[in-house]
C-alpha cells in the first residue's frame, strides 16, 4: 500500500513537517565549529512512513554522491543546506508487504541505522524512532514533540525517561 500515485500538495506537506527540519538545522548551527574542526558534513537520516515528507525533503536537500565522495568535504560550508539521506520508495510493513521477512528485515536495518546518530528528532505520535533511539543505548539528545509544534531545539532536548513516557508503538 503506497501512495505514490497519489498527487500532493509540496507546501503543504513542508509546512506539516517543518519544524522537525528547524530543529535540525538549530542542532547543526549549535554544533557548526564542531563539524568544521572535525572535518564532518552532518547528514540528516530521515525516517517516516509518509513517502511524500521523503520526497519533499529529498528534492530541497538531498545528500548528493558527489558531496557524500568528496575528500575535502566541499558541502561543508553550505551552513543554510541540510543534507537529507533518506530511502526514497515506499515502505515496507511487516503488517501489508508480501515479503514480510523482508520488510521486517528492512525495519530493523533502518532501526539500526537512526540508532547510530548522534541526535534524535522523532514525533510524539510515533514509536519507531524512539524505539531506535532508547537501543542505541547512548546518553544522546532526545527531541521529541508533534507535527505542529513549534519548539526551539537550541539546548532543549528531552531526558531518555520523559521521552519514554509519550506514545510508545508498542
Known amino acids: 500500500m503506497t ?3 497519489v498527487p500532493f500538495d509540496e507546501t503543504t506537506i513542508f509546512k506539516r513537517f ?8 538549530q542542532i547543526i548551527n ?7 574542526e ?7 537520516f530521515l525516517l517516516s512512513d509518509d513517502i511524500q515528507i521523503r520526497h ?10 558527489e558531496c557524500f565522495q568528496s575528500f575535502d568535504n566541499k558541502c561543508q560550508s553550505n551552513n543554510n543546506s541540510l543534507n537529507i539521506l533518506a530511502n526514497s520508495n515506499p515502505v515496507f510493513h511487516v503488517s501489508n508487504a508480501n515479503d514480510r521477512i523482508l520488510a521486517l528485515r528492512l525495519g530493523i536495518f533502518d532501526s539500526f541505522l537512526f540508532s547510530l546518530c548522534e541526535q534524535h528528532i522523532f514525533s510524539i ?5 524512539r524505539f531506535a533511539a532508547f ?3 547512548k546518553l544522546r539528545n532526545i527531541y521529541s514533540f508533534f507535527h505542529n509544534e513549534q519548539p526551539s531545539c537550541q539546548n532543549q532536548s528531552v531526558p531518555l525517561a520523559t521521552a519514554g513516557y509519550h506514545w510508545s508503538g508498542i
Open 135 to 137: 537501543a542505541s543505548l
Open 18 to 25: 517543518k519544524n522537525f527540519f528547524n530543529c535540525s538545522q
Open 30 to 36: 549549535a554544533n557548526i565549529k564542531l563539524f568544521r
Open 125 to 129: 505520535n510515533s514509536g519507531f524512532g
Open 3 to 5: 501512495r505514490t500515485s
Open 38 to 44: 572535525t572535518n564532518q558534513i552532518p547528514i540528516v
Open 56 to 65: 519533499v525533503a529529498l528534492k530541497r536537500w538531498k545528500f548528493s554522491l
